[in-house]
T-cell receptor, first 112, second 110 residues
Framework: DSGVTQTPKHLITATGQRVTLRCSPR?????VYWYQQSLDQGLQFLIQ???????AKGNILERFSAQQFPDLHSELNLSSLELGDSALYFC???????????FGPGTRLTVT | GQQVMQIPQYQHVQEGEDFTTYCNSS?????IQWYKQRPGGHPVFLIQ?????EVKKQKRLTFQFGEAKKNSSLHITATQTTDVGTYFC??????????FGTGTRLKVLA
């Protein structure tokens, strides 16, 4: 158990819908990262927050957005969902910007 | 943009054989990390390398960071069935984000 929690574990929704994925970092960690992992693929970096501020952006689609709240939990919003958005979405946290990333168990999103 | 490639993509070995995966970055890295992801699991941090030419060992695992800080390797001696999984490197190149390599999936045959 890494100490990072993600909800929900599984999500099944239809194309065109909007969903919100939630992440609570480890106690004391200020940095939150979001990654997308499609079936048997690598980890694609989406976005990073540090203490509420956006730090870095990857190839995140305009249909996707995220934020980190004052209590440091983070949410990833995915809208106008397409079949290709089906993937495992991981959240990771770290104490500062450099150092080990601790991953949550992931949210498996299936778009039908 | 920054890219991190790993080879091989897949590796099947007999239990007891050695295994090596290589990681190459298109840009100079400030540090590199290695992670292991078991089937159905999440990536788990193994180690971080920071210095040019650095070598670190964890039991049967040996990690190396290249002199130019653009490549790295992970070597496992005498593989065991518990080593099964996908090994990822992740490089940080001055900015905050960690870019993960394409991963090497290791299968160990008993």
């Amino acid at each position: 158990d890494s100490g990072v929690t993600q909800t929900p574990k599984h999500l099944i929704t239809a194309t065109g819908q909007r969903v919100t994925l939630r992440c609570s970092p480890r106690s004391g960690d200020l940095s939150v990262y979001w990654y997308q992992q499609s079936l048997d693929q690598g980890l694609q970096f989406l976005i990073q927050y540090y203490n509420g501020e956006e730090r870095a952006k990857g190839n995140i689609l305009e249909r996707f957005s995220a934020q980190q709240f004052p209590d440091l939990h983070s949410e990833l919003n995915l809208s106008s969902l397409e079949l290709g958005d089906s993937a495992l979405y991981f959240c990771a946290s770290s104490v500062v910007d450099r150092g080990p990333l601790f991953f949550g168990p992931g949210t498996r999103l299936t778009v039908t | 943009g920054q890219q991190v490639m790993q080879i091989p993509q897949y590796q099947h070995v007999q239990e007891g054989e050695d295994f090596t995966t290589y990681c190459n970055s298109s840009t100079t890295l400030s540090n590199i990390q290695w992670y292991k992801q078991r089937p159905g699991g999440h990536p788990v941090f193994l180690i971080q390398l920071v210095k040019s030419g650095e070598v670190k060992k964890q039991k049967r695992l040996t990690f190396q960071f290249g002199e130019a800080k653009k490549n790295s390797s992970l070597h496992i001696t005498a593989t065991q069935t518990t080593d099964v999984g996908t090994y990822f490197c992740a490089g940080q190149a001055g900015t905050y984000k960690y870019i993960f390599g394409t991963g090497t999936r290791l299968k160990v045959l008993a």
